[in-house]
C-alpha cells in the first residue's frame, strides 16, 4: 500500500469516526437490543428471518437518526460548552468513545451531518413502513419527542420523562413489527420497565456526571436542582422499579422456561443496575455516576442475551 492510499483510507476513517460520533453509535448499537428484546419476549421466538434483517437495519437506521438529531438541536448549546470550555478532555462514558459533539466543536460540517442523518431517516423510515406503517408513525413520534427533550432542556427537569418516552418508541415498534395486535397490557408493562431504566440508569446518572457543566449553563436537570441526596434516592427507586417491572413483563410474555429466566434476570439486574447504583448511593460522585450509565447501557443487551439463551433450554 503506498503513501497516498494509506492517507487516502485515514482519511475516509477519521471521517467516518465523526459521522459515528454525531450518532453515537456505540450507545446505538447498544439499544437496538432494546427493540429486538421487546419483540422476542412478545412473540416468544425468533420471527421469519427477513423480519429479523430488516428490523436489524431499521433500527440502526432510526436510532443512528434520533442521536444524530440531538447534536442538531443541541448544536448553540454544545458550542457554548465548547467556548466556556466544560467540555472535558477525557469523558469517560461509552457516548465519548469517537468524540464528543463533532458538529459544534468544529469537525464535521453541517451539511455532512445533515445528509447522514437524512439518509439514514430515510432508510428508518422505508424500514418502518415495510414492517409495518404503523411503525412509521412512532418513529416520527420519537423524533418529535427528542427535539422537544432537547429544546427543554434548560427550562425543566421533567424533561427526563420525555427521555423516557423516547427510549420506549424503538421496542413499541418492535412489537408491532412482530405483531400487528399485541396485548396492549403488554405495551404498557415493556414502556414501564423501559421507561424506568431509562431514568434510573440513563439520563440521571448522565447528568449527575454533567453537573458542573449543567451548573454553569443553567440545566434544570434533576442532580442540579434537588442536589445529590434527593437524586440518589430517585435512582434507586427507578431501578428498583426496573427490576420489578421487567419480572411482570417477563410473566406476561410468550418466552418458555418463565422460572430459569425469572432467576437469570434478577441475576443481570443486580450486577447492571443495583450494584452500580448502590456504590453511587455510598460514594456520591461523578466517577460513580458514570459506572452506573455505562454499565445501565449494557443492560438491554444481557438481558437479550439472556432471553436467547434461556429459549434455547
Given amino acids: 500500500m503506498n503513501t497516498t492510499t494509506a492517507q487516502t483510507n485515514q482519511t475516509v476513517l477519521t471521517q467516518l469516526k465523526l459521522f459515528l460520533a454525531l450518532s453515537r453509535t456505540p450507545h446505538g448499537i447498544l439499544d437496538m437490543a432494546t427493540p429486538a428484546l421487546a419483540a422476542l419476549l412478545w412473540s416468544g421466538t425468533f420471527p421469519p428471518a427477513y423480519i429479523v434483517w430488516l428490523g436489524i ?13 440531538n447534536d442538531f438541536v443541541d448544536y448553540r448549546t454544545d458550542k457554548k460548552r ?33 445528509l447522514w442523518t437524512f439518509s439514514w431517516a430515510f432508510i428508518a423510515l422505508l424500514g418502518a413502513f415495510l414492517l409495518n406503517p404503523l411503525c412509521m408513525a412512532i418513529f416520527f413520534v420519537a423524533c418529535l419527542l427528542e427535539v422537544i427533550y432537547c429544546l427543554v432542556w434548560r427550562s425543566g427537569y421533567l424533561k427526563v420523562v420525555v427521555s423516557g418516552a423516547v427510549k420506549t418508541s424503538g421496542a413499541i415498534a418492535a412489537v408491532y413489527a412482530v405483531d400487528p395486535n399485541p396485548s396492549h397490557l403488554f405495551l404498557v408493562l415493556i414502556c414501564l420497565w423501559l421507561f424506568f431504566w431509562e431514568v434510573g440508569g440513563q439520563n440521571i446518572p448522565n447528568d449527575w456526571a454533567d453537573i458542573e457543566e449543567d451548573t454553569v449553563l443553567k440545566a434544570s436537570t434533576v442532580p442540579v436542582c434537588f442536589g445529590a441526596a434527593f437524586t440518589v434516592n430517585v435512582i434507586l427507586i427507578c431501578l428498583v422499579l426496573t427490576l420489578c417491572l421487567g419480572h411482570v413483563t417477563i410473566a406476561f410474555s410468550q418466552i418458555p422456561n418463565l ?25 456520591r460522585d461523578r466517577s460513580a455516576a458514570l459506572a452506573l450509565f455505562n454499565r445501565a447501557s449494557y443492560y438491554p443487551a444481557a438481558m437479550l442475551a439472556s432471553v436467547i439463551v434461556v429459549s434455547m433450554l
Fill in 259 to 283: 422460572w430459569v429466566y425469572t432467576v437469570v434476570a434478577a441475576v443481570v439486574g443486580i450486577y447492571f443496575l443495583l450494584l452500580p447504583a448502590l456504590n453511587l448511593y455510598t460514594t
Fill in 82 to 114: 465548547f467556548e466556556k470550555g466544560l467540555v472535558p478532555e477525557n469523558h469517560d462514558d461509552i457516548d465519548s468513545i469517537f468524540i464528543r459533539h463533532p458538529m459544534a466543536s468544529g469537525q464535521l460540517s453541517m451539511g455532512r451531518a445533515l
Fill in 57 to 69: 437495519l431499521t433500527a440502526f437506521a432510526g436510532y443512528t437518526t434520533v442521536y444524530a438529531l
